[in-house]
């Protein structure tokens, strides 16, 4: 039976702390030099949202998922619109893999346009997954163990590099008058960075009194990993306190040769995209997985999506469109790819909270009244999540709300045909396919993480 630091380990690795790097150069022009504050703001939303999926693993311990939470508490309509968000989540996380792989080769490689460098690694993840091929559970655990002594490097080398006096070191935590409103755009995106820690409310079956630790593996992981991006924002701030980066994109490998020249940055840019390697056919197979399951139910076309190939058994339809979503990383800009993907989080995350204000005050949780403790854990904290929660989401760029919304009343028109005008019980979304992927086993302790 897994215990704590177990179950905490499993969250940080699923997280991936070198995910501070992904947005580090946009969200630092986005809040004008003040990445640490927005990581804490950032931090303390994520916080009380934490709360709230520990709150809800007390009553449903083998659900663990933001879809089966709402599905449980709001009923089957509403649990399928939230899974149909997350699913664009989904669909843009391998894109999102690409795009950064582009990024970086195209910074150490700068001869190979970024788009061709984005497609290279596509068709290779595209024709592994095709035949099969798994592997990436031994990839991730090296991955892992090279990016902690990446971080830790980064760290030491950028304290003695630090180019701000003792005075001006916390300058990039206090934002000057009016710019709260860019610290809320930057903590918008950087909900990225902490999608994952959600990941250990799947190990209640093997954790050691799961109704305890559960709870608490949540909230020590979003809070260690928390810190830990705050930290290197802090490190990186003190290193370039101009933030004049060539490519704010891949900032992270620009922060790397400061600290340590080209050999540090080259041996970072490998290993990153490595990871981005290992995310994409993680992602790329489970999202299929999930179009596949959707194919077979009739929610798609079963010709298209819900076949499996007869030599390979792997859902090619499915993987197919899924790669012809990718190649959009061939045309939009990491910020615009980030906040497609943080308006499904962002979206469930409220979702998760709102759960947990109806099931304890409203419905069967409730237990012998309303006391001034239950208002508290049950009312005010998820409240205030779910507001701290739409308050980011509404920071989102309007490009974005059209995509989101137009997804959501694509996912509305799906359901009320596919329950004859809501008269019928709604499908139910197998968002768990793909298993292994999208859950890699806690007895490995590898990230396994959909994101890098």
């Known amino acids: 039976m897994l215990r704590l630091p ?8 699923y997280m991936s702390p070198v995910a501070v790097f992904t947005t580090y150069g946009i969200v630092n022009d986005e809040t004008a030099g003040h990445l640490p504050a927005a990581y804490v703001l950032a931090l303390g939303v994520m916080m009380l949202t934490a709360h709230s999926y520990g709150r809800m693993v007390r009553s449903f311990p083998a659900a663990g998922s933001a879809y089966k939470y709402s599905q449980k508490v709001f009923g089957g309509h509403v649990g399928f619109l939230t899974g149909w968000t997350l699913m664009l989540d989904y669909l843009f996380l391998p894109m999102v893999s690409f795009l950064l792989a582009g990024i970086y080769l195209h ?32 990839i991730t655990a090296i991955v892992m163990g090279v990016t902690a002594l990446l971080l830790i490097t980064f760290v030491t080398l950028g304290g003695i590099e630090s180019q ?16 709260w409103s860019l610290l809320a755009g930057g903590a918008a995106i950087l909900a990225l960075s902490f999608l994952g820690f959600d990941a250990v409310s799947t190990l209640a079956e093997e954790a050691h009194n799961p109704r ?28 370039r306190p101009d933030n004049d980066f060539t490519n704010p994109d891949s900032a992270g490998a620009e922060l790397m040769e400061t600290v340590g020249g080209s050999a540090l940055s080259g041996a970072f840019t490998a290993v990153y995209v490595l990871g981005c390697f290992g995310s994409a056919m993680v992602s790329q197979a489970s999202v299929s997985r999930i179009i596949f399951s959707m194919g077979r139910d009739g929610l798609l076309p079963r010709r298209l999506f819900g076949r499996l190939n007869p030599r390979f058994g792997t859902p090619v339809g499915a993987l197919l469109a899924v790669s012809a979503v990718a190649l959009l990383s061939t045309v939009l800009t990491l910020d615009q790819a980030v906040v497609m993907i943080n308006f499904g989080a962002l979206a469930a995350f409220s979702m998760v909270n709102l759960s947990v204000i109806k099931h304890y005050l409203f419905g069967r949780g409730r237990k012998n009244g309303l006391g001034a403790r239950s208002l508290l854990i049950n009312g005010l904290l998820p409240g205030l999540g779910f507001a701290s929660t739409v308050w980011l989401w509404t920071s989102l760029t309007g490009d974005t709300f059209v995509v989101g919304l137009l997804w959501m009343a694509v996912g509305v028109i799906l359901l009320a045909v596919s329950t004859r005008f809501f008269t019928r019980k709604p499908p139910e979304l197998h968002m768990e396919e793909g298993g292994e992927e999208l859950a890699p086993g806690p007895e490995e302790i590898t990230p396994g993480s959909t994101k890098v």
């Not at 020590?220 to 990186?236: P, Y």
Request: proline share 5%.
């Open 6 to 13: 177990a179950i905490v380990l499993f969250g940080l690795t």
């Open 107 to 138: 910074a150490q490689f700068p001869g190979v346009p970024q788009g061709v460098w984005s497609v290279l690694v596509l068709l290779v993840v595209l024709v592994f997954n095709v035949l099969g091929v798994k592997f990436v559970s031994r």
């Open 164 to 179: 701000v006096s003792a005075g001006d070191a916390l300058q990039s935590f206090i934002p000057e008058s009016g710019q």
């Open 212 to 239: 305890r630790t559960i709870p608490l593996g949540i909230i020590l992981t979003t809070a260690i990993g928390g810190g830990l991006f705050i930290l290197v924002a802090w490190v990186g701030s003190l290193v």
